[in-house]
């Protein structure tokens, strides 16, 4: 069971570059790493996932080390609109075997 | 990517009343999906496992009583909250995973639904 350690907040500003560490000391060999973003009163939306080295989409860049025990998240120059909670979940998904907690996240303010 | 359509978006009802929520995938077909309970500030907290065709897998500490699951095709899942009480105010939010059986599953959210009970 792999549970995951984030900062409770960050806070940056607009144009920044922003990197949210996960620690996930007990990752399992099977596991993959994916972060998801909320917004207030939405679900989730899933932003990028990765099992091994650097990951990278149109919205951010995953930096995982060799030993997988934790991983940064890369939004590179935020804006206002990047103001969300971001989660980190490692896991197989599988829920009911406690493979998929959600953590507290890490609540991310973007100031002008 | 995959898209997970759930109704209504609010609800406000009478205590000791039901309510339902639909939970669908548009695109993909889903075996399983998930539904969690979020508080205000707080992180989202597994209530339920929706299997397709078989009985709903609760996490501790969840009335399957009090809150029906129903995963009757492989596209919609549905949650009964049953006489909802006002303790039961609360969001909820629906999930599905793709279905190609690998490592790199993906999680799809519903927009959730905002519970008020009077």
């Known amino acids: 069971l792999a549970k995951t350690t984030q900062p409770i907040s960050m806070d940056s500003y607009e144009g920044q570059e922003v990197n949210i560490t996960c620690s996930h000391n007990?990752?399992?060999?099977?596991?993959?790493i994916t972060w998801y973003q909320q917004f207030p009163s939405q679900g989730p939306r899933f932003i990028i996932q990765?099992?091994?080295t650097k990951v990278t989409n149109e919205v951010a860049s995953l930096f995982i080390p060799a030993d997988r025990k934790s991983s940064t998240l890369s939004l590179p120059r935020v804006s206002l609109s990047d103001t969300a909670v971001y989660y980190c979940l490692v896991g197989d998904i599988v829920g009911s075997q406690g493979n998929l907690i959600f953590g507290k996240g890490t609540k991310l303010s973007v100031k002008p | 990517g995959a898209v997970v359509s759930q109704h209504p978006s609010w609800v406000i009802c009478k205590s000791g009343t039901s309510v339902k929520i639909e939970c669908r995938s548009l695109?993909?077909?889903?075996?399983?999906m998930f539904w969690y309970r979020q508080f205000p500030k707080q992180s989202l907290m597994l209530m339920a496992t929706s299997n397709e065709g078989s009985k709903a897998t609760y996490e501790q500490g969840v009335e399957k009583d009090k809150f029906l699951i129903n995963h009757a095709s492989l596209t919609l899942s549905t949650l009964t909250v049953t006489s909802a009480h006002p303790e039961d105010s609360s969001f909820y939010i629906c999930?599905?995973?793709?279905?190609?059986?690998?490592?790199?599953?993906?999680?799809?959210f519903g927009s959730g639904t905002q519970l008020s009970v009077l």
């Open positions: 990765g099992y091994k």
């Open positions: 695109d993909f077909q889903a075996t399983t």
């Open positions: 999930s599905a995973r793709d279905n190609l059986g690998q490592g790199n599953e993906k999680l799809f």
């Open positions: 007990n990752i399992a060999t099977n596991d993959y």
